[in-house]
């Protein structure tokens, strides 16, 4: 399987991007995934992720401003962010595991700023 992110860009403080993670095959027997992003000097982070197909969870700085969800044809994970601020600027990675095997996208920057 292979993951293209793409929708990274800058914006200003307030603003929305959505990401979006298409893969090559079809996601329909992941049962995980999810945004990763990294900030320069600091540690990967996991922003948000979906397990067994449905079931969300977000870290705690992006609660209520982020959304992770599933296209319709099940190869498309999307990361709507809304209400953007300077510290979610980091490179972005989508990231799958199907049978207990991860894949990577290659990252996507997102720069927030006035």
């Known amino acids: 399987v292979q993951l293209q992110a793409s929708g990274g860009g800058l914006v200003q403080p307030g603003g929305s991007l959505r990401l979006s993670c298409a893969a090559s095959g079809t996601l329909f027997a992941a049962n995980f995934m999810g945004w990763y992003r990294q900030a320069p000097g600091k540690q990967r982070e996991l922003v948000a992720h979906?397990?067994?197909?449905?079931?969300?969870d977000y870290a705690d700085s992006v609660k209520g401003r982020f959304t992770i969800s599933r296209g319709d044809a099940k190869n498309t994970v999307y990361l709507q962010m809304n209400s953007l601020k300077p510290e979610d600027t980091a490179v972005y990675y989508c990231n799958v595991v199907i049978m207990s095997m991860p894949y990577w996208g290659q990252g996507t920057q997102v720069t927030v700023s006035s």
């Open positions: 979906i397990v067994s197909g449905s079931s969300t």
